[in-house]
Nanobody, 121 residues
Framework: QVQLVESGGGLVQPGGSLRLSCAASGTIFSINAMGWYRQAPGKQRELVARMTGGGRTNVADSVTGRFTISRDNAKNTAYLQMNSLKPEDTAVYYC???????????????WGQGTQVTVSS
């Protein structure tokens, strides 16, 4: 089993910054990718940023230049540094992990519980 624990959400004024963390634990043989998604009320969940095991990143156009994804491989922890936040960034942010438990297992996806980010004055 794999567990993801997110932290770092909260209320911030427009222009402010937040840093989200996602710590993965359990039986992790290899990581295909870790990423962040978000879901605003009434909208579909969307990709924010994703980093592959090899370090290649994919960042949504709406946050390019403001958000940065990083990862501490030794801790199996991913981070999302969010700067210059805007009200439209308000959403529940979810961590996603694509991993295998052994060399013979298929890659599976896991989700964190979500953390609320609210950008408002």
């Amino acid at each position: 089993q794999v567990q993801l624990v997110e932290s770092g959400g909260g209320l911030v004024q427009p222009g402010g910054s937040l840093r989200l963390s996602c710590a993965a634990s359990g039986t992790i043989f290899s990581i295909n990718a870790m990423g962040w998604y978000r879901q605003a009320p009434g909208k579909q969940r969307e990709l924010v940023a994703r980093m592959t095991g090899g370090g290649r990143t994919n960042v949504a156009d709406s946050v390019t230049g403001r958000f940065t994804i990083s990862r501490d491989n030794a801790k199996n922890t991913a981070y999302l540094q969010m700067n210059s936040l805007k009200p439209e960034d308000t959403a529940v942010y979810y961590c996603n992990l694509e991993t295998r438990s052994s060399w013979s297992d298929p890659t599976r996806g896991y989700w964190g519980q979500g953390t609320q980010v609210t950008v408002s004055s």
